[in-house]
Structures are given as structure tokens and as C-alpha cells.
């Protein structure tokens, strides 16, 4: 379980423009290595968890399965997100430091 101020943040990173959701936009950014870290939900099926997990490996990101997918699309104002982005490294390291 992921604090109040860590989903702040995710919401402040979001506001900033740091961020990237959706299934092509994530890989794309991951790909491209334009990716910093990868936020995964916690209830993401067992398959879409694979699929990330291997791709940050393969491309050496770093990733966190944090909070639901409700939580999530909440933090940033959006509906459920299973996957976000993060783009700036300022906000990964923030995000991966809590």
C-alpha cells in the first residue's frame, strides 16, 4: 500500500506532463527508453504483469507493481489505468524512492 503523498506525487507528475498511459504509448516509451520507470497495478492480470515485467528487464528499466487500478486512474484523474510511464527522472526517482 502506497502512502497519500506518493499518489500526490503520481497526480503532480501527471500535471506536469511526465507521465504516459495506455498499453502502445507505455511500450513505445519503454522502446524508445524514454521510459524512467514503470508503474504496474498490483491487480493487473497475471499476463499483462508479465509482459512489462519482461520488457523492463529486457530493456533495463525499472518498474513497480504499486496500488490498484482504480487507485491509480484516480491519482491522475483518470479513469482505471493498469500501466503508467514515468518520463521525467526526477518523479522516478521520487516514486521509486517511497
Request: aromatic share 8%; proline share 1%.
Given at each position: ?17 511526465k ?69 521525467d ?10
Amino acid at each position: 500500500m502506497k502512502s497519500k503523498k506518493w499518489y500526490n506525487n503520481l497526480g503532480l507528475a501527471m500535471r506536469a506532463g511526465k507521465l504516459t498511459a495506455g498499453d502502445s504509448n507505455v511500450l513505445d516509451a519503454i522502446r524508445t527508453g524514454e521510459a524512467k520507470l514503470i508503474l504496474i497495478a498490483s491487480d493487473a492480470s497475471d499476463n499483462a504483469q508479465k509482459k512489462y515485467t519482461d520488457k523492463c528487464s529486457y530493456y533495463q528499466i525499472p518498474f513497480l507493481i504499486c496500488g490498484t487500478r482504480e487507485e491509480i486512474g484516480a491519482a491522475i484523474g483518470k479513469e482505471e489505468r493498469v500501466v503508467l510511464a514515468v518520463t521525467d527522472a526526477g518523479f522516478a526517482g521520487l516514486l521509486s524512492k517511497e
